[in-house]
Each structure stands twice: as structure tokens, then as C-alpha cells.
């Protein structure tokens, strides 16, 4: 099993930041892809960025290219999503997902990850 935790949510005016982290558990993170991935309310849960194990191949989403940056610390099991420029297009719930086996490509689909978080609120004012 996995546990997963979010935090650093909150409510910002456009253009502000906020930083995610995910601390991870329970079994070894260093051998896991991870990836945030957000609801806004009425629609589906959409890719928003994804990190390989190593850190050495990362995915954004197009919205969030440029403003957005994922990275992970092994040695603390977390995973962390540093948002800048924030739009009120980017209010959502926030999840962070694991995955566990081993794929040729970064997971962009919310079927492929194995393992979520509870998810954690962002909202943008304008």
C-alpha cells in the first residue's frame, strides 16, 4: 500500500504562486512515477504534470507550461508542484498520484496512476 498527502493549497489572487507537496508512504517512492493531476468542479479529472522516478523526464499539461514546475526529493518521499502566475482557470482540487509499474512513457491518462491522494483545494481569484 501507498498513502499519499497534499498540502499547501489555498486561495490566491491571479498571478500569485503556491507550492504543493505530496509526502508519500508505505512503500519505496524512489521507483515510482508521480504526477499532479486537478478536478475543477463539474468536469473531469485532467493531467496537469508528471516526473519520472529519476527525475529525468518530466510531461506538462500545455496550460501549465512555463508557469508550473514539478520535482521530487527521494530522500523525503515528496513530491512537489511549484505553481506561478496563477490563473482562475487553474482553480481545482489538486491530486497527486503515484505509479507503480514500469512504463516507456510518462502517464498522462488519471486510469494509469495506482495510487492517490485526498487532494487538496486551490482556488484563484481574479
Known amino acids: 500500500q501507498v498513502q499519499l498527502v497534499e498540502s499547501g493549497g489555498g486561495l490566491v489572487q491571479a498571478g500569485g504562486s503556491l507550492r504543493l507537496s505530496c509526502a508519500a508512504s508505505?512503500?519505496?517512492?524512489?521507483?515510482?512515477?508521480m504526477g499532479w493531476l486537478r478536478q475543477a468542479p463539474g468536469k473531469e479529472r485532467e493531467f496537469v504534470a508528471a516526473?519520472?522516478?529519476?527525475?529525468?523526464?518530466?510531461y506538462y499539461v500545455d496550460s501549465v507550461k512555463g508557469r508550473f514546475t514539478i520535482s521530487r526529493d527521494n530522500a523525503k518521499s515528496t513530491v512537489y508542484l511549484q505553481m506561478n502566475s496563477l490563473k482562475p482557470e487553474d482553480t481545482a482540487v489538486y491530486y497527486c498520484?503515484?505509479?507503480?509499474?514500469?512504463?516507456?512513457?510518462?502517464?498522462?491518462?488519471?486510469?494509469?496512476?495506482?495510487?492517490w491522494g485526498q487532494g487538496t483545494q486551490v482556488t484563484v481569484s481574479s
Open positions: 498520484a503515484a505509479e507503480t509499474a514500469p512504463r516507456l512513457r510518462l502517464p498522462t491518462n488519471p486510469t494509469e496512476y495506482d495510487y
Open positions: 508505505g512503500r519505496t517512492f524512489s521507483t515510482f512515477t
Open positions: 516526473i519520472s522516478w529519476n527525475a529525468a523526464n518530466i
